[in-house]
């Protein structure tokens, strides 16, 4: 159950209504009162603001039980969560202060004309003259928000800015929320090569499938900066993390597990991958349709036919209900409630269970938990909460620390094992297989995982301090 805060502001007469009444009624609503803060004190008459912890669908019982007493006028109703977005929730600050017309003359003209030679002199200088070398570009169109789907890139904006801040609290990366008013695909591509000098990363978000996967391949190719999908890396490097921790904890092996992977959408394609550049010999992709075969034909979807040509992934036909028999892990990147507790326990003893659909998971934690060994899902009111938070900082700032050409696939891997070893062997258990966001050691252990491996690949264009 989704919870949230509201601020109601209420006008007393004090000669009708004490305060214990309205505490009373909020009470018998189903709200729980978190603060008081006076605005207006009086004798007679006093303003104040009361903050009330409420359900999502209990708010309007709260402020309709407020309307009926006499005595109080309701002068307004602010939700918390809006009033944390009014004006947006970034801005762009300077590195220092214009005092004087020499200052002014440094970081404007003449000044920067110098500056500005030297980089057409010599382009890779934009690097260590321009805010490029810290900088990435948070892309979406808005046609596939988390939760929300096709909302377009105005109702996107929010999330955008969201992951700009998370990008600077978390990894000190300088992050601006890009959101395009077109679903065409190579207007999306043109767009972004023509914004990219600026920028030293790309990070494309919620892009619906499968253009994001065009998208993607034609930027990596064509660009040379990092380009990272995260609803598909992101969510799979997390989830490999996971799984790697939780093999641990039930005793068994990656070569060795059946593993099924339930929606096979841009998280789905990418866990897949990686799932078998891990080493998973036993792979059933399912989708709406039922389970993708080794050897089927999939003309409509590129990476669905990729997927049948790979010799790990399974032949054995049918729907979801089938082919989890006897499996030892359950990926879900779907939609909630579509497995059972009857289907779970088809599967192999000492089962793993990642349900991470959003807000309802595949199957009902409640069902799923007493017959699991470990449970995963994408909600932060449950253990194991898988978050790709706790990928897209680290990686881009062990990409742009090295100035990488790309993130490719061993950089993802070894991002996935360095965010399973924060867990150390002494936490490790099946509530507890994945570290918190808020842990400091992720994105450290990210980054230097990143920019060792891309070092080893050949990607990175400058050693940073730390590895010469």
């Not at 998280?267 to 059933?284: E, N, P, Q, Y």
């Not at 006897?326 to 059972?340: E, H, Y």
């Amino acid at each position: 159950m989704a919870y949230n805060s509201i601020i109601v502001r209420v006008e007393l007469n004090h000669s009708r209504i004490h305060f214990g009444d309205v505490a009373a009624a909020i009470g018998q609503a189903g709200g729980d009162i978190t603060s008081i803060d006076v605005i207006r004190p009086g004798q007679d008459v006093s303003v104040r603001d009361i903050t009330v912890h409420v359900t999502e669908d209990g708010e309007p019982k709260v402020v309709e039980a407020l309307k009926l007493l006499e005595g109080l006028h309701l002068i307004n109703v602010s939700d918390r969560t809006f009033l944390a977005h009014l004006g947006g929730k970034i801005s762009v600050q300077p590195n220092l202060a214009i005092r004087n017309r020499d200052d002014l003359s440094r970081v404007y003209t003449p000044g920067v004309a110098r500056v500005c030679t030297a980089i057409h002199e010599a382009p890779d200088k934009a690097y260590s003259l321009t805010i490029k070398r810290n900088t990435v570009a948070v892309v979406t169109d808005g046609t596939a928000v988390l939760g929300l789907g096709d909302i377009g890139p105005f109702a996107a904006a929010p999330v955008m800015e969201g992951k700009a801040m998370l990008f600077k609290q978390l990894a000190g990366v300088d992050a601006f929320p890009i959101c395009l008013d077109t679903k065409d695909t190579e207007e999306i591509i043109r767009t972004i090569k023509t914004i990219s000098p600026v920028f030293g990363g790309i990070n494309l978000e919620d892009i619906a499938s499968p253009r994001c996967f065009d998208i993607e391949k034609r930027l990596e190719s064509e660009l040379d900066i990092p380009v990272f999908h995260d609803d598909q890396h992101g969510t799979a490097i997390v989830v490999i993390a996971g799984i790697l921790n939780a093999l641990k904890v039930v005793g068994k092996r990656m070569d060795q597990v059946k593993v099924v992977v339930n929606g096979i959408g841009a998280a789905g394609v990418s866990i897949c991958k990686m799932l078998l550049a891990a080493g998973v010999s036993k792979l059933v992709p399912v989708d709406r349709d039922g389970a993708i075969v080794r050897g089927g034909r999939y003309p409509q979807h590129a990476m669905w036919q990729w997927l049948s040509e790979q010799p790990q992934v399974g032949a054995e036909a049918g729907v979801l209900k089938d082919v989890i028999r006897g499996a030892d892990v359950f990926i879900g990147v779907s939609r909630g409630n579509v497995l059972s507790a009857e289907d779970v326990e088809t599967m192999a003893e000492n089962r793993i269970v990642f349900a991470m659909a959003n807000p309802n998971p595949e199957i009902d934690p409640a069902a799923a938990m007493p017959i699991v060994k470990v449970f995963a899902t994408g909600r932060s009111d449950y253990p194991n909460q898988i978050n790709n938070v706790l990928v897209f900082p680290g990686v881009f700032r062990g990409a742009l620390d090295c100035r990488a050409r790309r993130i490719n696939e061993p950089m993802k891997l070894a991002a996935a094992r360095a965010i399973a070893s924060v867990v150390t062997e002494n936490e490790l258990n099946a509530h507890y297989i994945i570290p918190s966001i808020f842990n400091e050691q992720v994105v450290a252990k990210v980054r230097h995982a990143v920019v060792e491996t891309a070092i080893l690949t050949g990607v990175a264009r400058r050693t940073p301090p730390d590895f010469r």
